[in-house]
């Protein structure tokens, strides 16, 4: 009434609406709700409702300070949808009333709804001074690929169920919109090597939220005591993040999904196929790459035991690239996608403990893996040996290595390639070894030979050629003048005798040491 002093006047709305919803949350958005419901007011809409408005609009303000109102709404909606926009959340077939006073907030106690084909309970409540939305829903592994591409379902098995609670708090400085989601994983399984898989029986607790505002902008959360996950988003798209396990890191560029892990010890070959379903969503989403950053105490590889392994692991056209150091080896190793295709090493460093070519080791070529490989400084024990390369390739009677070259003890094998390749072949059947070696090696100077086998350097040359077709029965370093035979034709150029103690007997005695008739 007009008679009322001015400080007590309101303007008092009592109607009903009806319509859709995105009517009802315009109206709302108009209102002076609108601050109240933060970034909702920017969602999308549908659907039918019906709404009963109770205003109570004060006139007058008291300098800077609104006087306080009275609200009360209350909406009836029947197969209503909303979106957040630019995300994957959409909550649809939502049935139920909807409540709205200055006292209490949004409320609501008997919402149901559909998640990704999953039903949804849901209640709002105020709490806190922020509005806030209970749920429980159960969440298909397929369904996290709708956040970050990748196949889940290769992963993980069995429904998800979820206790969720998303807060509404216009106020926040991250992100006025926050979704909870915290489950047991009991009877979810994870299909991924220990110690990061998990069996249905076993509950390790996760703990997710997701940020809004309006749009997705981060995921974040945690599995079990070790597993942590920060993920960040632009325009509803990854921009970058950080999956860990058992170890620190930083987040990584725009553009990188850096998965970072620390494990004493695993066994490679179990996680091939892990790393393949990885590549296959990483190949076709092509906005953000996949980069996973090891640390490992100690693995076993090719009958070497190595320690202090870090390697960075990258899915790129070819297969999975593979850069990595270690207290044995450092270089990059490309394993094609296609299995008939051999992995290629190429190592800047290579150190050969001395057991592994010692009469202890156990080695059967036949079991070899078959590989490209390429040296630049190899070493056996601690003694430099120079740089080699092969193509490694197993068959049932034993392993041949192909288009041997390099250089080392003065030799260079692989230079006379277009005339004829250096090739090895190492057999065994089972009990008895059988190494054969053919080919040319072209050769700098022949006293490096010498040197390095600690022979009398009697003899030197400028270059000079070799042609090796050799045979003996035994593992490849038990070559002995017992057991060679073949053939074996020097040439050397513009060489030298030197003077030795022995005078011309150690000269005579290293022309016989390439005639194996005298051996």
């Known amino acids: 009434p007009i008679s009322e002093p001015i400080e007590q006047r309101r303007w008092l709305v009592d109607g009903k609406l009806t319509g859709d919803f995105s009517g009802m949350m315009n109206v709302l958005a108009n209102s002076p709700l609108k601050a109240k419901l933060g970034p909702m007011v920017d969602w999308r809409y549908t659907g039918k409702t019906e709404t009963k ?11 800077k300070t609104s006087v306080a109102g009275n609200y009360s709404v209350t909406t009836a909606i029947d197969n209503a949808e909303i979106a957040i ?4 959340v959409v909550l649809q077939n939502i049935a139920g009333s909807i409540g709205y006073s200055s006292d209490t907030g949004l409320y609501a106690d008997d919402l149901t709804a559909t998640l990704w084909q999953q039903s949804l309970n849901a209640k709002i409540f105020k709490s806190d001074k922020q509005q806030k939305v209970s749920f429980t829903t159960s969440l298909a592994p397929a369904n996290l690929g709708r956040f970050v591409d990748f196949p889940w379902q290769e992963v993980i098995s069995g429904l998800i169920p979820i206790e969720a609670l ?13 979704l909870n989601m915290i489950s047991t994983m ?19 607790l996760l703990d997710m939220s997701l940020y809004f505002d309006p749009r997705i902008s981060r995921l974040q959360g945690n599995f079990g005591d070790l597993l942590s996950t920060d993920l960040y988003f632009s325009q509803g798209q990854l921009r970058n993040g950080l999956l860990s396990y058992n170890r620190k890191a930083e987040l990584p560029d725009e553009g990188v999904l850096l998965v970072s892990a620390y494990l004493p010890t695993t066994d490679l070959s ?23 950053d090891f640390q490992f105490d100690r693995m076993n590889l090719a009958s070497m035991d190595f320690e202090t392994i870090h390697a960075q692991v990258e899915a790129v056209e070819s297969g999975l690239s593979v850069d990595f150091t270690s207290n044995l080896a450092d270089g990059l190793a490309i394993i094609p996608w296609d299995k008939h295709l051999p992995p290629k090493f190429d190592l800047t460093r290579l150190q050969l403990p001395a057991k592994v070519i010692g009469k202890s080791s156990v080695i059967d070529p036949r079991q070899m893996s078959a590989m490209d490989l390429s040296v630049d400084q190899l070493f056996i024990a601690e003694q430099h040996i120079g740089s080699l390369s092969f193509k490694l390739r197993p068959e049932p009677s034993g392993a041949t290595f192909n288009n041997i070259s390099g250089k080392f003890f003065g030799l260079r094998p692989g230079v006379f390639e277009a005339e004829a390749p250096m090739d090895f072949f190492w057999g065994f059947d089972g009990n008895n070894h059988l190494s054969k ?16 086998f600690d022979m009398p350097r009697v003899l030197d040359s400028e270059s000079g050629k070799l042609q090796m077709d050799l045979l003996w029965h035994g593992k490849p370093w038990s070559a002995n003048k017992q057991n060679l035979q073949g053939d074996f034709k020097v040439n050397l ?14 000269a005579l005695k290293v022309v016989s040491l390439f005639n194996f008739a005298n051996w």
Do not use: C, M
Not at 168 to 177: C, G, H, M
């Open 270 to 292: 179990i996680w091939r196929s892990w790393a393949e379903s990885i590549s296959q969503g990483d190949k076709s989403k092509g906005s953000w790459r996949t980069v996973f």
């Open 186 to 204: 009991q009877g979810v399984e994870i299909n991924i090597p220990a110690p990061l898989g998990k069996l249905p029986q076993e509950s390790k």
């Open 53 to 63: 408005i109770d205003l109570e609009i004060p006139l007058y303000k008291a300098g």
């Open 437 to 452: 070696l053919v080919g040319p090696v072209a050769i700098d100077n022949i006293g490096d030979l010498f040197s390095a």
């Open 85 to 88: 926009i630019d995300s994957p």
């Open 493 to 506: 150029h513009n060489g030298s005798f030197y003077r030795t103690t022995g005078g011309a007997g150690a």
């Open 166 to 178: 998303l807060t509404i708090d216009p106020q926040s400085l991250e992100s006025a919109v926050k």
